[in-house]
């Protein structure tokens, strides 16, 4: 028999959860240059595709996957501001691609803003990793973006 249902405790209540009903976070994995973020969402045959990006670094994912139409979503709010006319995304059988543009040219300390230890599904992109101080020797991450981009996928969502 499985169990769907865990408790959640509070300092003034005991909640109880379906566990059925609460979203995942897929892994996520995140690679800078001075005047942009590639962020890959690692999700295979993701469907129902939701994504908004704001100016001020607000960065929201949903996706549901697999047989059971499991729900899975990222909510970020990411180092700096962003130039969402200028970011685009691109969705594949594997995963969801972004090139996000960052409203200032500028190294970040790192992805989002909250400090100390970053969530355990959030990792590091080694394979489009530039260091900062070799940036202008090429390796550029290889992507196709097509046509697809926030601002249309952004009116679809709201």
């Given at each position: ?37 590639y962020i890959t969402v690692e999700l295979p045959d993701a469907e129902d595709v939701k994504l908004k990006l704001v100016p001020e ?63 355990v599904y959030l990792k590091v992109d080694w394979d489009k990793w530039v ?28």
């Amino acid at each position: 028999m499985q169990r769907h249902l865990s408790f959640c405790f509070s300092d003034s209540e005991v909640i109880l959860v379906d566990r059925r009903k609460m979203s995942r976070h897929p892994t996520v994995k995140w690679a800078q240059r001075s005047d942009k973020v590639y962020i890959t969402v690692e999700l295979p045959d993701a469907e129902d595709v939701k994504l908004k990006l704001v100016p001020e670094g607000k960065f929201f994912f949903s996706a549901t996957s697999g047989a059971s139409k499991t729900q899975y979503e990222v909510d970020l709010d990411l180092f700096d501001r962003v130039d969402v006319n200028e970011s685009k995304a691109s969705v594949s059988s594997r995963c969801v691609c972004y090139l996000v543009k960052k409203a200032e040219s500028k190294w970040w300390n790192r992805l989002i803003k909250q400090e100390g230890k970053p969530p355990v599904y959030l990792k590091v992109d080694w394979d489009k990793w530039v260091d900062e101080d070799e940036e202008d020797k090429g390796g550029e991450a290889d992507m196709d973006f097509g046509d697809f981009d926030f601002n249309l996928e952004r009116r679809r969502v709201m």
